[in-house]
């Protein structure tokens, strides 16, 4: 669902994270191939940091990996590193709010990679500067390391502990220090964070793909509030003293995650077919075809298709190079955008009644576009069938989505958002067929307060910043 | 299909061509968005020609049009204006090859952009350099400036139209010269070229999605043997006296053409959709999922699925951001590649028997690597299904294939493919399959000489070459 | 004296600075021509962080202005800015070393650029990590930053005062802080900075020529100790309580700075010019000709001749276009590298009995090559002047020198030398003779500490790190 | 003198050329080097191709060699080298214009790099074309490669010759074909080429300064209207039948060579120290110091200072990073360039009468400027003494200088010069002193045409050109 061009405010991803420990290979590479399959994760941004226990080297950049790292990469020969990807950043001093940080204190050195967003973090923020703390960058995962620095706990395991416990919010953390790999998931497991094993050593990585990239072995999602560290004893585990109900993000499964990977024991691909299944029993459309919405409607398009037994067909074909750096000549960036971007398939769909399977509407601008797109190649209806309920609040989990009055549907009826992006029909999937397509009973430990309001930790700060 | 990082020969269509004549507008941004709706066609360099009818700029660049273009585009304001992008040279000065070619001659200027290869292009380069003509490139289409400079017919149209008289093989051309924009297709049309129109002025592309990315009427193809002349006066069309039996490049149905793309009036995703229908007749598989290799497989797999009611599902996910720049660490190089490009989905294939479709085979080493991929995800049969006949002979019409004995079908039986590539079971559509599946009989018009040696023109210069 | 090629260990100053503030205009453009005028003092990297009060911008990168900046200056529209160049830094994370620091801290934001080297560097790090401090960089200047942070003191004045009371060494500084624009010079005022005067506001630079550079008037010298603080009510003056001798770098005179400036009152070139006609009354020579080594002899090169009577001439022609980026093909590197960056004048050297003048002498191989060059140019005989005495001992204060033991003054008698650079004579000028050669009494307050030993400053923390 | 801030016109010098064969030796690193001797002659692009005999290969790039060859140098490794350095092409195509050519004709392959510009250019370029030849560039050199290749002479040596029999004007050639090294010089000799011996090879090079970089042993000038080939058997010569009398450019001596060249058997040094003597006796002036505009006005004001007496100092200083991509932020553009590029040494000109030396006036904007600037840091007398006469009439022999009525001296007397540009006193040197300046009666052969317009080719096709 990124999307420059079109230039919609989307639901963005805020990170990837990838750590690796190996007992005896030169991890570089492997950090770089792992962090490479959730480059999806996250297109601004990249940084690796590579430590042989004595040195450590950083290499950090702008813009997608193959551009971050061409000036480098780090250059020691290390057995344990860790890396982040991640979405944009408004503000000037972009390049010092890339991860990883890296900083010594007291204990050495710590390099830290974070996916996630505090819902403490001002609070947070303002108590250490008023203890005399710097902050070099306007991220919130600053704080931890300074927390982390001028905690008084006896060892490094410690001092993280007794910092986390002082943070709310949503964080997923891989963190190198000295010799040791340490791997964070909140008490709530807002983000996916999972542990895979080499031949000589573990990984920790968002999202599966990752392991597999590496020929890691998939060993275990990482549990709420738990921390694993890996050193060269194996692999430890310790808890948070903070519990919580576990609320997961849904949307890992609805679009952010890629559909090869298995989060929490629940294959993306299944959930978002379950969807689509359930999305055609919901709403069971007189239509010939089935058309998703490339790439992330593909599954529950199919699932659609199987269940309503309305034939599958590719109706939009992505251009594949339309990416980050693909700028528009002036006087034709607003008539040809979508048009570059997306095209149809007229054989496909001139005198069809069509099913479009989307994950989620945002403004509801591009639902817009693109159905206006399927008319002009000869579609007679279109229905529209969204894979997620209407979101109406912002997340504050670490989602870069739009302030409440910019979501469609928190301020407009269904039938508003029908006559708005000119659909014959529209479908959000229900809350429950939701929750009922992620397997496993997963559902019921979901976060869904972007469509109920219903947020599991204070959010007052994130209100009041808002104006609210 | 393009795959560097695999790194197997593969088919690579030579270019994508794109010219824009216009009364009043400034033509260089739309012909940037026509070109780059053309992109899959090259990827390798890329250039523009634009005039005003008194000046002309160029730029060119190597790389995506992304990076090509990064310095400059041409810079005047100008009506007319020619494309190309191409796939890769091999040899040392690279951008002299890039095309558009650009000269002056006694006739004015002339900018050229050429999708094919000619098959006399030896004899007809040594007769213009006996003649004194230099060439600043090793391209076969510089030829073609020289025999138009050294032409004595009174106009400019009667110049090219004698010169194209003395070429023989695979020639879409678009040509600017003053105020004109040509375009040409060779008597046996093999590669594709079509005309369009736009409000106040015309456009002639390789392909319909570069008409649709610029809001172009689709008008027709440009018939075998046929110049069209655009200029103040509208379009105008003169015919070559050589005449020949069309036979068009089949593989632009099979992979080459983007699937939104109609080619002489045939739907090519619907081409790929029949090809599909017609391997599940032709191989009845006992299987339980239908999985394309994406994403040239698609639509046949959808094909296959509703011919023979298997499911459609995605079973090899493909990282996006894997392209022309993505350079692997050394020394994980030959390990991880096929894992960074496509990863399984496990869910689709644990336990499963597996229909993978595929477009073509070349050297079948990346088959190998696919089905051994499957196979650790979980499939307990892969069945190979590919939507082309065995591959038995080079092309010579602008296609960069490999020598004849890396093409694994023409020194192998299929048994022995099988054995080679691991597969249970190995299918290739049948040559009548094939034809039968491109719509409207045009498949009787279609140049077969890869499968079959059937080469429409004299290419014993060709052989020589390659030393048989 | 910056020279890549030859590779020499060389004497390099770690930084030029520069700020400004402006009651009206916009400053980064000025800034940027500020700071230009110093890239001779720092050619790794360079930044500026700009502020209009409310935000601040701030853009860095490594190598030349143009290359650093190429990306982007800041783009804000501030009154008040400051910006750094430096020399090289060792390890990995350079970026993370570039200066100025920004950052934000309990009384807003702050941003430092410095120039010098703390003594007390470790131990005051040290003690910031034990009280919870974390580093991002290596670089000593980040401690000034913590200390400010943690300080009690009431105002942002006092928290800089108090800090500085702290740390030891050698620091001139332009910090940032809101709205005022702040510059220090440490109590011995081993560095340079002085004040200038625009219309509407003020400038600190480390030499003059930047003051010119900006049509800036030259207002006055920052006095040893003095912290001069400019803002919306004029310019302030403060004094550090510690209370030291005076003890600049005379190396400032002797190459480091621009011939053009003038420096605590004392202009560079008539230094130099004296010191040249001190050495030849010191070595009144029988020779024909004296030649400088470009371009930092030349000024001492008139001088002696002026005084001795010999004919000024040019014999070593320096390439003007060798410079950071020039990479010698490999195998021709060790050959060329001298006769690349200077080439001699043989018209002014065959048969010529030559008074070579250049302003030090490291470890004596750039002296012998260029000796041997002459020679093969016909000189019958070289003499060598050097325009400071032997340097015996690294330098702890902002130079970045040799170790001792690569000192060849330190380790070699001066007939050795006379051997090894394989010259007829050579003379150092006398400490006395350098002193007396900076004009105006100035040469009594001095730091001579890399000819006597004799630092101002406890040095042992900077001793036990060099193993002595 | 290349001044691009200060944005005057000035004389550009078009190119520098190197060629190089060696028996044995892989030539492109020496080949870079030998051309980095010449990067003064050209900073807008740079070319070199390289063959083994059998491949060829060659790299060409806007920029300083630096850029122009940080994407690639040649790749092979050849025997035989020839390069090109050149200043700036009008026109969109730039990169088409780069030299050296490189072209496949009936003889084989052919490269060739030109210093000069011919003065029937148009004409021959239009013969060409009706004789059915392409232009792929706006250079007159591509001419001499199609007359080459149109020629029916019977080996290459004597193609090459009937060419140059049918051009006139300036050039010097250096040509790599097959398996030869050729260099030419028109028979007036207009541009320099002299030949070095290697070891085991020869060189060819603009200046002697190349030779120096690459340690070749200089053999001897090419003579006006000699052809020298060099190849496996040595090193033979040969004749055009045009004869003329030898009118070598005397500005290569007044400010285009290196000083530390010999051209012609002249030292470059030597040449402008006499200038500056000479200067001395025409302008008895009464003042206080001697002061070079650097850095071609340095030898000329040792000289004007040995035979005055007046002491000579450094009077401006200049600032060494200013090169091309230095771009100045928009709104100080005007303001601070002069500032920026050169500044004043107040100690020497505070209360002085000031005797500036400088090699030549074009519009005379940068003389008022600085003499402005010496005026504010205090001058109380400036004496403008130029080093050359009155520059009358453009060049058409290989200088890119100014259209006659932007040539100060062209429009202006020296009274009126005098006022514009506020000198107390101007004095041009004569043109009688400028020839007997250049040594061993060399000034006789010289060419003075921008001087007296005594044009020693037909120049009409230009006069009409520039519409005279």
Redesign the interface.
Known sequence: MYDEIINEPQWHEECGIFGIWSKTA?V???C??GL??L??RG?ESAGIAVTDGM??????GMG????AF?PR????TGHCAVGHVRYSTVG??V??NVQP??????GGF?SLAHNGSLTNAQETRRRL????????SSSDSESI??LI???QAPTVEEKILSSLEQIEGAYSLVIMTGDRLTGVRDPHAFRPLCLGRLEDGYVLASET?AL????ATFVRDVLPGEMVVVDRTGVHSYFLQKKARRSSCVFEYIYFA???S?IDGV?V??SR?LMGRRLAREYPAAADVVVPVP?TG??AA?GFS?ESGL????GL?K???V?R????????KR??TV??KL??????LAGKRVVLIDDSIVRGTTSARLIALLRRAGATEVHMCVSSPPITHPCYYGIDTSIRRELIAAVSTEEEICRKIGTDGLHYLSLQGLLESVGDGMGERMCTSCFRGDYPTDVSECLAEAGI
Chains 1, 2, 3, 4 share one sequence.
């Not at 940080?101 to 007291?106: C, I, N, P, V």
Request: glycine share 4%.
């Open positions: 030169s570089t590479d492997v770089y191939l490479f399959a480059q999806h297109q040195h450590v080297d950083i290499a950090k997608l990996m193959t551009e061409r990469l780090p250059g020691i000037g001093s390049l010092a940080f890296l900083a010594s204190f007291s710590i500067e008023n203890a005399g703390c710097i902050f070099q390391l300074n620095a001028v905690s793909c597999d990239a590496v020929n890629r559909p090869d298995v294959s691909w299944q077919y790439d593909i599954a199919i199987a034939p599958f067909v590719e074909i251009n594949r190079y990416g750096t693909f700028i528009l000549p002036d006087q034709t008539k040809a048009e570059m095209n149809p398939v007229q054989a496909n």
